[in-house]
Structure formats: structure tokens, C-alpha cells
């Protein structure tokens, strides 16, 4: 990832950096095409709208609160990107300790179920962890409860059991902990479970690295939860206010979440294709393949704002901005409409 690390490095000066410009559509970048259905214009404004129905829904906010002429705190967005460049985030999230054993394990082909359960069960609290999170609606494949490593890698396979640990290192990292924080952490998290099997089944259709993407698509979520934490540590500092206005929230999400997607994976020692398809999913290149990563979190997003009964894009627009065929579009929606429907 020259270009990321370039950048990065760039920013390693003694004066804080002014943040860049905010992009209007950073969280949903549909590629150009030369033949597209509808002008660019029409699908980057379909994309803002729909990013802007995720925002007032993830921080309990109406349209006209988010579109606000209040100025976000210009000084708290210059520490933010501070921190960001120059790696000195309070909340940036560590490398779970058993990450490199298990990556090593899971992208062996030749290994086996008895190997990786042993692995598993080496952890006790891992172990606990993995059973909860193998027995909610989005991994679960039956009525019957899991009950040991064993029968969860026997029925959910290697690569189901991928995604289930991927899930389990990163489900602490977003639980709430304070009241404040509660139903934004709550939702940001049901959101990266939803984007991230939707990429997975995207990616799937596409032979593609299925569980890769499903573990590049929780990093934008944990983006959040660790951008939000960090606003308010730059608040609390500045001002003497630990909670910062969701105008700021937003303007902060909109620019760095990427920036924060690609440090978490940098941190955790990720893969190389891991940043590559962030990055694919940042800044799409015109005339190539749209991303599985950008289609199933556009899907996911929509899906979730449906099933919560919120503000969305219109069905007949979704197409407009997905690359995928309306077989393929039916085929990932009605398996995601089947993990939303056994949430509570």
C-alpha cells in the first residue's frame, strides 16, 4: 500500500496539518463507469442520501440537526487528524494477543478441524466468546444450539468459523462503555455485521476471498466506535466536555473513516489484500469492477435502515448504485433480510 503509507507519511511534521477538505461521499464511492445507467452526478447524490439516512440513524439524529449550519469544532478536527497521522490515538484498538495464531491457522488450507479446535480451546474466555457469538442470528444455520468448538467448525466449516472469530476479537472492542455510548455502539454494531455478510455473499458470488471481506467489512464500524471514543477524549481535553455534538461526529466519520480502517488493519498486522480492498472501496478506479466491499455495505446499510424502519434509499435506486446483477442484488438481500428478521 505505497500510496496509503505515502500519505500517511506525509503528515509527520512538527505543525499540526489543517484537515483536508471534507468529502461529500466518502463512505459509499460507487466506480465510474463509461456506460453508466444514470450520470455520476445521480449516483453520487443517491450515494450522499443514503449515507446521510445511516448517519441520522446511528446517531439517533433527524436531517435537519445532521445538516446544521453550526461549524464543527475546527480545533477538535485538527487534534483528530494529529492523532491519525502521527499514530497517537488513545483509543486506537490493540491486536487482540491470539490474533497472529489463529490468521496463521485459518489461512492454512491443509489444516485441519482437530488443529484449529485445539487452538480454540486454548483460550478459554475465546472459547466462550466464540460460542455466543457462533449461536446469534448471523452465524447461526439451524434451530439447534452449538455447543462446543468442535460441533461449531464441524457445522459452520473453516470458512464459517473465519468469520465467527473474526467477529468474536472485535465484538469487545465494541461494546458500550458508558450509557452514552450505548445505543450508538448497539447499532454501529449491528450495521458492520450486516455490511460485512453482505460483502462476504458478494464476494462469494464473485469467487473471490469471501472471508477476507467479511473481516475488512467490520473495520469501518470499529472506525467509528474508535473515532467517536477518541472525539471525546479531544473534547474532555479542549473544553472541559467529554461528548462531542453530532455535527462533529459526522464531519469526523465522513473524513477519516477510512484513514481509521486502514490504521486498525495496519495495527493488527492485517494482510496486504486486506488494505487493498479498503482502499478499492475508498477510491474506486473508473472502468474496473465495482468492489464487493462497496456493494455489500451499500446493501447492508440499506437493509438495516429497512429493518429498523428508518429514512432509505428507494428499492427502485438501489440499483443504480450496486454493480451487480438483479439476481445477484435479490440473491444478497433476501439472505441478509433472513439474519434481520431473527433480531429482536
Not at 79 to 104: F, G, I, Q, S, V
Not at 259 to 264: D, F, G, H, T, Y
Request: proline share 6%; aromatic share 6%.
Amino acid at each position: 500500500m505505497p500510496g496509503f503509507f505515502s500519505w500517511i507519511a506525509g503528515f509527520f511534521v512538527t505543525e499540526k496539518p489543517t484537515p483536508p477538505a471534507v468529502s461529500e461521499a466518502r463512505l459509499f464511492n460507487p466506480s465510474k463507469s463509461t456506460k453508466p445507467a444514470i450520470a455520476a452526478e445521480d449516483a453520487q447524490s443517491l450515494s450522499l442520501q443514503l449515507e446521510e439516512n445511516l448517519f441520522c440513524w446511528l446517531l439517533d439524529t433527524g436531517p435537519a440537526q445532521l445538516r446544521s449550519e453550526q461549524a464543527p469544532s475546527h480545533q477538535a478536527l485538527q487534534e483528530l487528524d494529529h492523532r491519525l497521522a502521527n499514530r497517537k490515538m488513545e483509543e486506537l484498538p490493540r491486536r487482540p494477543m491470539t490474533l497472529p495464531m489463529l490468521m496463521k491457522a485459518l489461512s492454512d488450507e491443509s489444516g485441519d478441524r482437530q488443529k484449529l479446535s485445539q487452538i480454540i480451546l486454548g483460550d478459554p474466555s475465546l472459547t466462550d466468546q466464540i460460542l455466543q457469538v457462533a449461536n446469534s442470528p448471523y452465524f447461526r444455520t439451524g434451530d439447534a444450539t452449538i455447543e462446543s468448538v468442535d460441533q461449531a467448525v464441524f457445522i459452520l466449516g473453516i470458512d464459517g468459523i473465519r468469520n465467527v472469530i473474526s467477529a468474536t476479537v472485535m465484538r469487545p472492542m465494541m461494546a458500550a462503555r458508558n450509557s452514552r455510548e450505548a445505543l450508538f455502539a448497539q447499532r454501529a454494531w449491528r450495521w458492520g455485521l450486516t455490511c460485512a455478510r453482505a460483502a462476504e455473499f458478494i464476494a462469494k458470488l464473485q469467487g473471490e476471498d469471501a472471508s477476507a471481506h467479511f473481516t475488512v467489512g467490520l473495520l469501518p464500524a470499529l472506525s467509528y466506535i474508535t473515532i467517536r471514543r477518541e472525539l471525546q477524549h479531544i473534547c474532555r481535553a479542549q473544553r472541559g466536555s467529554g461528548e462531542p455534538d453530532v455535527v462533529l461526529i459526522r464531519t469526523a466519520l465522513a473524513r477519516y473513516q477510512w484513514v481509521a480502517s486502514q490504521l486498525i488493519a495496519s495495527e493488527w498486522g492485517l494482510p496486504p489484500k486486506y488494505h487493498a480492498y479498503l482502499m478499492s472501496a475508498e477510491r474506486p478506479v473508473p472502468d474496473q469492477e465495482q468492489a464487493a466491499l462497496v456493494d455489500g455495505m451499500v446493501i447492508g446499510s440499506r437493509e438495516v435502515l429497512r429493518h429498523a424502519h428508518q429514512r432509505n434509499l428507494p428499492e427502485e435506486d438501489l440499483e443504480h448504485i450496486v454493480h451487480l446483477t438483479p439476481e445477484q442484488t435479490g440473491r444478497v438481500r433476501t439472505a441478509i433480510k433472513a439474519l434481520l428478521s431473527q433480531q429482536s
